[in-house]
């Protein structure tokens, strides 16, 4: 984004939105509507909706910067009119575009965030108009939960559904780690898609269901790793909610607990090999330590499974003294090695020595590596 293309009003404007949201706004694209095509006035925000992306075109006026931006809903919802036109002589409601402000930084990001709650109750909307006994069910059950967004799909070549992003678990999972540098709240979402029928069914087929979580939570807990509780014949959302809460909750508290295993091993680690030169403190995923044997200098690489330690760490070996001359002098480093004695009955500090104790036969292997790949460079 070449900032000095875009008249500084505008700027102020998209770069608070783009840092204040909690939504993980994006800018797509920008380009030029001005006569002088150097200036950047209209944009393309992608905006996280019901687990997936809506896309709008805010289109600001270069010559005219102190006026209101119009914004471009896509082609699918073009029956979406967010502020109606009253009648002539109509008291009109204020709205963040009627009540603009050029000069106040947060005015696009209220505009924005005003309009993505008016597109939720669009969809809402629609997909309360659906003629499926079985969806109008499923969705009264569940009015009670807070946060759920739902949209509408249909199109010529797709068949109807509704999806649904429902928010799952209660618990605060950024107050539970201690230490967290999360700038957003985790959190962790179902995604159901119903597929739109007309008619009645007496068996309806269970819903497609997938979990979604904050990216930066697979650091913590592997939703992929998780396996959803089954969908029993004739069961409802409102039935298989609790359940599916309740395991998650379960092995969220378990993946917390797993970091204090996994400290408890690096510490471990410091009898052998003596301090790390970098350890992650917070989740315990990885250290690093300095080794030598003889005067061959190497580091030494951990990295801990989050199913540790049912799991092996991964360990690599990164040479002190040998470097790729055709690769920007980058350090010989080994394949990841995973091939020692191991089992999780051990305690931490029999894991470290056995680990210890493979290394010392190891690097003269890796020492070798690295003395073979310095003749052929030569």
């Not at 270069?62 to 006026?67: G, M």
Request: with cysteine; net charge negative.
């Amino acid at each position: 984004m070449a900032v000095d293309s875009i008249p500084p009003i505008i700027l102020t404007q998209l770069n608070y939105l783009l840092s204040h949201s909690p939504y993980s706004i994006k800018v797509e694209q920008m380009w030029s509507g001005s006569k002088n095509p150097a200036l950047l006035d209209r944009f393309t925000l992608s905006i996280p909706f019901c687990l997936d992306y809506i896309k709008w075109d805010v289109i600001y006026n270069a010559q005219f910067p102190l006026l209101p931006p119009d914004i471009i809903f896509g082609p699918e919802d073009e029956n979406f009119r967010p502020y109606p036109v009253g009648r002539e002589g109509d008291l009109k409601p204020k709205n963040s575009l009627s009540d603009w402000n050029c000069k106040d930084p947060t005015r696009l990001l209220s505009l924005i965030h005003e309009l993505r709650s008016l597109y939720m109750a669009y969809q809402k909307k629609r997909v309360g108009e659906v003629d499926d006994e079985r969806l109008k069910f499923e969705i009264n059950t569940m009015y009670s939960r807070e946060g759920i967004e739902m949209y509408m799909s249909s199109g010529v070549d797709k068949p109807e559904e509704v999806k649904l992003a429902v928010p799952l678990l209660e618990m605060d999972i950024n107050k539970l780690v201690a230490g967290s540098t999360w700038h957003h709240q985790q959190k962790i979402y179902l995604q159901v898609i119903y597929p739109v029928s007309r008619k009645y069914l007496a068996m309806a087929s269970a819903p497609r269901l997938k979990l979604i979580s904050s990216p930066e939570l697979k650091v913590l807990f592997s939703i992929d790793e998780f396996r959803l509780p089954p969908w029993l014949e004739g069961m409802c959302m409102a039935e298989y909610l609790p359940t599916l809460e309740e395991m998650l909750e379960s092995q969220i508290r378990d993946a917390v607990s797993s970091i204090e295993v996994r400290r408890k091993f690096i510490t471990a680690l410091t009898i052998p090999f003596g301090r790390p030169l970098e350890a992650d403190p917070i989740f315990c995923r990885k250290a690093t330590f300095l080794a030598c044997s003889g005067v061959f200098t190497f580091l030494v690489h951990f990295t801990l499974p989050l199913q540790f330690p049912r799991q092996q760490p991964a360990l690599m070996l990164q040479s002190s003294q040998h470097f790729h001359s055709h690769s920007g002098n980058a350090p010989i480093k080994s394949a990841i090695l995973q091939d020692y004695p191991w089992s999780p009955r051990w305690d931490v500090a029999q894991m470290a020595e056995r680990i210890f104790d493979y290394l010392v036969e190891e690097c003269l292997n890796f020492k070798k590596h690295c003395n073979e790949v310095l003749v052929q460079q030569r």
